[in-house]
């Protein structure tokens, strides 16, 4: 089984790519290879852990991180990016968790592939 690290530094608003990088997720924990998929938000991505965000088209993006983490996917907020925003005490999408960089250490050094977005 493949491991694959999807690293999400763009904010859920104003540009797709938060959109793109869940897209992403969900197709790689339907295909046939089953790999284990971890999502780690960092900078301004670390808002999409928060319930009922929305991507530059108006595209709500709550829902495909609830379907992530139930299909299994782990998404963890960086917990100084968290910080900095100040969403460490703010209520998360149910799954979603803070996470640290040494989380995020082992999750790279554990992956097969990582994906930067």
């Known amino acids: 089984?493949?491991?694959?690290?999807?690293?999400?530094?763009?904010?859920?608003?104003?540009?797709?790519?938060?959109?793109?990088?869940?897209?992403?997720?969900?197709?790689?924990?339907?295909?046939?290879?089953?790999?284990?998929?971890?999502?780690?938000?960092?900078?301004?991505?670390?808002?999409?852990?928060?319930p009922n965000q929305i991507d530059g088209s108006g595209n709500g993006?709550?829902?495909m991180v609830e379907q992530l983490i139930a299909q299994g996917v782990e998404i963890r907020l960086c917990r100084t990016c968290a910080m900095a925003r100040g969403l460490v005490d703010l209520p998360l999408i149910p799954g979603a968790a803070i996470g640290t960089l040494v989380e995020l250490a082992e999750a790279t050094l554990a992956a097969d592939k990582v994906i930067a977005l």
Do not use: W
Not at 25 to 32: E, I, K, P, R
């Open 1 to 50: 089984m493949q491991n694959i690290l999807i690293i999400i530094h763009a904010p859920p608003y104003g540009s797709e790519r938060c959109l793109s990088a869940l897209r992403l997720a969900t197709a790689l924990v339907g295909n046939d290879a089953k790999p284990k998929v971890r999502v780690f938000l960092m900078s301004d991505a670390t808002v999409l852990g928060l």
């Open 61 to 63: 993006l709550q829902g």
